[in-house]
C-alpha cells in the first residue's frame, strides 16, 4: 500500500512538471537499438523512472529496464515502487549481495535490457562514484550514460545524499553526458581512469548557473 501510495505520489507530481532538453541533448532517447546502463545520482532519483518511461520506453515500448536497489529494508520499498514502473529490481550493493548482484544484472543485460545504477548509492559519500558502475560496465559491455537533472524549484531532505524532491509546477532540465565505455580487459588502473572521468562528468552535468 505504501509503494502504491508512493507510485501515485510520483505520478501525480510529475504530471505537473514541465521538462527540459537543453541545446545538445535532443538525442536522448533516440540512442537507436543499444541498451545502456543509466548512471544517475542517488539524490536525483525521485524522477528517474519517469524520465525512463517518458523519453526512453515512449519512443520505443519494447525496451525494459532492471535497476539495482539496496539490500536493505528502506531497499525493500523501493523495490516494489520499481516494480510498479515496469522495473526489474535486483537486490544488493556494495556491503550485501554486491557480487550476486552484478551477476544478475549481467544476466537481465544479455536478455536484452537496459541497466540502471546510482554510482554512490546506498550510502555515500555523495557525489562519489564507486566501482560498481565500472564493474558493472566491464561485465555486461553496455556503455554507461551519465544522466542528471536540474529541478527548480525544489526541496532538499535532511538525509546523507540531500535527495531532492521537486515542487508542483517546477522545471525538470535534462542532462546527458557522453557514453562511457568500459573495455572487458581493462586493467585496474585504467578503471580508476574511467571512474573519475564519470564522477567528473556526473558533477559536472549536476552544476547549476
Known sequence: MVARAVYLLIQSLAATLRFRLPPGSEGFGRQGTERLIFAIWHNRLALSLILYNRFIRRRDPTRRMAAIVSASRDGGLLAHVLELFGVRPIRGSTSRRGPQALRELTTCAEQGLDLAITPDGPRGPVYTVQYGAIALGQLTGL????????????????????????????????????????????????????????????RKLSEEG
Open 143 to 202: 556503455p554507461i550514460l551519465p544522466v542528471s537533472c536540474i529541478l527548480k524549484p525544489r526541496l532538499e531532505l535532511r538525509s546523507w545524499d540531500r535527495f531532492q524532491v521537486p515542487l508542483p509546477g517546477s522545471t525538470c532540465e535534462i542532462r546527458l553526458g557522453e557514453l562511457v565505455r568500459v573495455p572487458r580487459t581493462t586493467t585496474e588502473e585504467e578503471r580508476n581512469r574511467l571512474r573519475l572521468e564519470l564522477e567528473t562528468t556526473l
